[in-house]
């Protein structure tokens, strides 16, 4: 596919970047060629191949889900600038 000077400035204004006149047929050849590796990307056989979340094959370690001894409430509170009634108190961001 082939971009021309006309359509290399719609992308420049819908991306918001001021471009030259004279810099729109070099734009138009860079997004020329951006596509065309796009197409090429497409010719590649994927077939029975799994899609990665990563680059490495690793999981993220993970704590055990156990119940802890809880009822710290006081504690917890105890950390806090300003509790009031079993709860943190924060200022009011919304009048």
Request: proline fraction near 5%; avoid cysteine; charged fraction near 25%.
């Amino acid at each position: 596919m082939s971009i021309n000077s006309e359509t290399a400035r719609k992308v420049a204004h819908l991306a918001r970047i001021a471009v030259k006149e004279e810099d729109l047929p070099a734009l138009a050849g860079e997004l020329s060629a951006v596509l065309a590796f796009m197409e090429q990307l497409n010719e590649v056989n994927v077939d029975g191949i799994e899609p990665m979340t990563s680059v490495t094959p690793m999981r993220l370690a993970r704590r055990k889900d156990v119940v802890t001894d809880g009822n710290i409430q006081r504690q917890v509170l105890a950390n806090a600038p300003d509790a009031r009634e079993g709860f943190f108190a924060v200022p009011k961001v919304v009048e």
